[in-house]
């Protein structure tokens, strides 16, 4: 009766459903079969979960979307790389915010860049989507992910966090320090030849000479007088 309910939601919201599958192993071969941009799978299915299904079809480009009743796998769940994860019972509500993440996720499909960075902090994991990160800060074996007013610590070289963030939305102002474009409120020149940052969320940071060129790039002023301001 739910799949019979999440097809027929899917249809009315002028999804083609391709496949309905009631076992693993169907569905794995259901996904093998088609081109789907996606697929909506349940944790607990006859034969096999829905997380060994996706191991399997998300590394031919299907966007996954977990249906399940049970929480305790959402984390497990987000690790790989699935766009949602809806919990039952669910509203049509919360299948229309769903609908949304996932259209906008098969239209950026081409983007190599991840939607959340999954940091890992000690024992602890954290997934963090990449949008609500405002500036990364190296400190000594750690990086400092500042999210509006909180911080995370991610055990990694702020290097290595860089080369898994897209370039048009992030620029490194420092050797130790980077910030997200759309968080920057305005940008001061300083009587020394730095640049000085201010954040929406309050944060003043300053940027390094040899990285001057890049981000006058990366905020369009490349072509302003070295004077400029925000």
């Known amino acids: 009766m739910a ?4 097809a027929r939601l899917l249809r009315e919201n002028g999804v083609e459903v391709l496949a309905e599958c009631t076992d693993g192993a169907s569905a794995l071969a259901a996904l093998r079969a088609h081109a789907a ?8 299915m006859p ?20 249906v399940t009743a049970h929480s305790k796998h959402a984390v497990h769940a987000f690790e790989t790389d699935a766009v949602d994860y809806l919990l039952k019972p669910f509203t049509t509500r ?6 949304e993440r996932l ?3 098969v239209a950026a499909r081409g983007s190599a860049f991840p939607e959340r960075l999954l940091l890992q902090a000690g ?24 999210c509006g007013q909180e911080r995370h610590l991610a055990r990694d070289t702020l290097s290595a966090i860089e080369a898994r963030l897209d370039p048009t939305q992030f620029v490194r102002i420092h050797r130790s320090r980077m910030v997200r474009i759309g968080a920057v409120h305005d940008v001061e020149l300083l009587p ?13 940071l300053s940027g ?20 400029g301001g925000s």
């Not at 799949?3 to 999440?6: E, G, I, P, S, T």
């Open 3 to 6: 799949l019979a309910r999440l």
């Open 208 to 227: 390094g000479r040899r990285y001057r060129d890049d981000l006058r790039k990366a905020l369009g002023m490349a072509g302003l007088g070295a004077a």
């Open 94 to 99: 919360r299948l229309h915010a769903t609908l």
């Open 192 to 204: 020394s030849g730095q640049y000085l940052l201010r954040l929406r969320n309050g944060q003043k």
């Open 37 to 44: 941009d996606a697929a909506f799978l349940d944790i607990h």
């Open 123 to 146: 024992a602890r994991q954290r997934l963090v989507p990449v949008q609500t990160i405002d500036a990364l800060i190296a400190s000594a074996n750690y990086v400092e992910v500042h």
């Open 47 to 66: 034969g096999m979960s829905g997380l060994q299904v996706s191991a399997d079809v998300a590394a031919g480009g299907t966007c996954i979307v977990y």
């Open 103 to 105: 259209r906008a996720r």
